[in-house]
């Protein structure tokens, strides 16, 4: 059913929270993404041509740097890991024709059934933030599940029992947990940095929070570009080197 | 947004399809045909042929069409849904439409009466089809109020030329339809004006400092591809349009799609050559109306991109 659930009083809201501030851009959580999930719940995440010229291919989870110019966080660069972030009010499963797009009134995880997706794609235009990802071989839609086939799976050990992208963070900059509970470490992490939601405008009310970057201790300012000597020996003995090599 | 041919058809033909059908059980409803015991039958005939292609060129854009049918469940909450619920629900008085005219003759009661709901359940398939696009929030050129207004009229354009056309062929003449037709034609030059300046001067709905919940910052720009080459995204949704290209596309599709038909359809309601000009006017809205609706989709821009640094 694609109408969403009635909220439960006191029902779980799991999501991750990711800090701005730490995360190194290292990607390492989408390659433990892609890992886990070709073999999870909506396994297999496909490569088409990955070793050709143009690899190209299905991940849950894609790493941008952006670099912000002014403000308090100062010049700085920031990466950002962009994942479907579990809306509470999600279009992407209100225009799903069939039911298999679905959130969960349980957790409020959002999932899409392999089994009836008839591929019509409309849920990924419905999505603002491009969580989406087509599997063109099997031709279904298939997303971020937030490993649920590994926060419930009671083979694990407890502490193993979170997303795989949390686990894998070495600047442990993704946390996991229930974002309904106040005392839970998630929601406090949000309340003492500051969490946002990405595009508040578009009313999507996603479960996920991003903390946004430090105040900047040490006032940046711009440094000129070291620029090359152009004269003297070296420079000499280059151009003789890029003369001859270049008859 | 990725212009998809398959989904340009879809909506161009269903569209001549749909405002066919609408046109004949008005203009039979307001007793404004010649008499034709084959003629009503056959144009609904026509009119559910373009209707129908339309709707299998659809199920070409699905990744598993032998599920298509799971389609129709979910019409509480989704107009994808409901498109199909209203275009499987049209087929049902459109033939009874037909059989009446058939047996009944096409002045009978229940056969006006029947033309006229033929016509309100293709146009509500029209409107369906439109909320699809309407009702997406991270597209600007679509969330807004020109699109359902703006694709019922192109169907109501494109349907009378369609009438016009075959009432030539058929009768020899199209007077009063050749010139709603030619009225349609100049409607719809104007709503596509409104909707173009409209969205010229829309602003972006999202900002990368919004996108990225990084609001301390003046401003970002990206710096750094999550990838190297295309991905599912980038292919669907990421598709930029020249400027200079939509301005030239643009005023290809003024001429094409409503300037030469409206002409030619006037000179058919003047019965010069009805049925030469009748087909000119077709061919020609065709082309234009499959042009605008390419420009539909490549002029529009999904907030997602802003992500890969696209302006929105
Ligand atoms: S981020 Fe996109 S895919 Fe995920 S729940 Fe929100 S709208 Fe749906
Ligand atoms: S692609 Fe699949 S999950 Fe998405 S809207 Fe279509 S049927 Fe639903």
Known sequence: MTSLP?????????????DLDTCVGCHACAVNCKEWNTGGHSAPLPDYQPYGVEPDGLWFNRIHSYEAEGGSCGDRTVNFPRSCLHCEEPQCVTVCPTGASYKRAEDGIVLVNADICIGCKLCSWACPYGAREFDENQGVMKKCTLCVDRIYNETLPEAERQPAC??????????????????SEVSILVALREGQDLMPELGYRPTNKYLPPRKAK????????????????GSALLNLVDRVLSR | MTPASSVLLLTTLTGFGYGLLAWLGLFNAAGALPR??????????????FASAGLMASTLHLGRPERAWRAFSQWRS???????????????????????????????????????????FGLVTVGCTAMIYASLIPIRQWHNRHTVPDYLVFAIFSGAVLLAVMQ????????????VACLAALLALVLKFAYWRF???????????????????AKMHALDQPHFSQNYILREMGFQLARKHA???RKWTYVLAFIAPAIFCALAAMDVAPVVFGVLALVTTGAGLFLERWLFFAEATHTAAIYYGHTI
Not at chain 1, 218 to 233: C, D, E, K, L, M
Not at chain 2, 38 to 47: E, K, N, Q, R, S
């Open chain 1, 166 to 183: 949390v686990l894998t963070c070495p600047s442990k900059a993704r946390h996991f947990g229930d974002l309904n509970d106040p005392a």
């Open chain 2, 199 to 217: 969205i010229d001067r829309q602003a972006p709905l999202t900002t990368l400092t919004s996108a990225t919940g990084v609001r301390q910052a």
């Open chain 2, 78 to 120: 989704s107009w994808l849904s409901r498109e199909g619920v209203a275009a499987v629900l049209t087929y049902l008085p459109a033939c009874g439409f037909a059989a009446l005219w058939w047996f009944w003759g096409q002045d009978a009661a229940a056969t006006r009466a029947l033309g006229l709901v033929s016509a309100a």
């Open chain 2, 36 to 49: 034709g015991q084959w003629f009503g039958p056959v144009v609904i005939v026509v009119a559910l042929g």
């Open chain 1, 218 to 233: 040490i006032p940046v300012s711009a440094q000129p570009a070291p620029t090359a000597s152009t004269a003297g020996f």
């Open chain 2, 247 to 249: 301005a030239k596309l």
């Open chain 2, 168 to 179: 030539a062929a058929w009768f020899g003449h199209s007077g009063t339809v050749a010139l």
């Open chain 1, 6 to 18: 009635q909220p439960q009083i006191g029902a779980k809201k799991l999501g991750l929270v990711i």
